[in-house]
């Protein structure tokens, strides 16, 4: 199953998450997290896949093509990948539908909601004061969703998060060696998770630190392979300070 594409746009994506972040971070901060700040802030994003739209198209022919491939497999794995791709659309549809629960209606989907309530970022009051205190790589967004739009659309963002770790993880295996079983075994291990379906139902913010630390361990592996460039240094370097 070929995935150096998804790969490719796992990474430019989780970096744009990091970097519409860092924007977001700079307008909560002048009180400005209201909607026309904000789709200013989107705008080079949309510009940003319209140049690389042919990217997008690629996946519709590497979807059927790795649809092709699966056909030939044996049942058994057939019935392992259906199963898995109908756990991931359940935890797609569990993080839109489901409300929000534990931490989450303790904190990751309260604060971004004074916030986008405010426009202002600041400190959350009472004792969750210090979770408030330290990076915020998806609260922010969960911010600005909320201003666009509704809450359940911004605890849905978590499941595009979480399907970017799966495919760095599956990249991870392929640098190690495996080949089609090893890599569909990986996403069956990783979406019949119980912990991870619970972070992703819930809108868990650290699905994000650990999407941010697969993409390093893959690029870390990466820059020991016959490609002399130093650009899997530098994306490793740049999602280990991330996560």
């Excluded at 150096?4 to 994506?13: D, Y």
């Excluded at 140049?51 to 996946?59: A, G, M, P």
């Excluded at 990751?108 to 915020?136: C, D, H, N, R, W």
Aim: aromatic content about 12%.
């Amino acid at each position: 199953l070929n995935n150096n594409l998804l790969i490719l746009l796992a990474s430019m994506f989780l970096t744009g998450t990091a970097l519409v972040s860092i924007l977001l971070t700079f307008l909560g901060l002048l009180g400005q997290l209201k909607q026309i700040p904000i789709i200013l802030v989107l705008i080079p994003g949309i510009i940003g896949v319209g140049l690389n739209i042919k990217s997008v198209f690629k996946l519709k022919k590497l979807f059927f093509n790795n649809i092709n491939l699966l056909l030939k497999m044996p049942l058994w794995l057939i019935i392992i990948c259906s199963f898995t791709i109908l756990l991931a659309i359940g935890t797609g549809l569990g993080a839109l539908i489901l409300p929000p629960k534990g931490d989450a209606a303790a904190f990751y989907m309260v604060y971004p909601k004074i916030i986008a309530t405010t426009g202002l970022l600041e400190p959350m009051q009472g004792p969750f004061y210090f979770f408030s205190s330290i990076g915020l790589p998806v609260e922010l967004h969960y911010t600005a969703l909320m201003v666009l739009g509704d809450g359940q659309a911004a605890k849905f963002l978590i499941f595009s998060i979480a399907l970017s770790a799966g495919v760095m993880l599956s990249g991870i295996v392929r640098e190690c060696g495996g080949k089609n079983i090893a890599v569909i075994i990986t996403w069956s291990m990783l979406l019949s998770s119980v912990t991870f379906h619970h972070y992703i139902y819930d809108g868990k913010v650290d699905l994000a630190a650990a999407a941010y630390g697969l993409t390093a361990v893959y690029w870390t592996l990466k820059s020991f392979g016959k490609n002399n460039s130093l650009m899997p240094f530098v994306l490793s370097g740049w999602f280990v300070g991330l996560a």
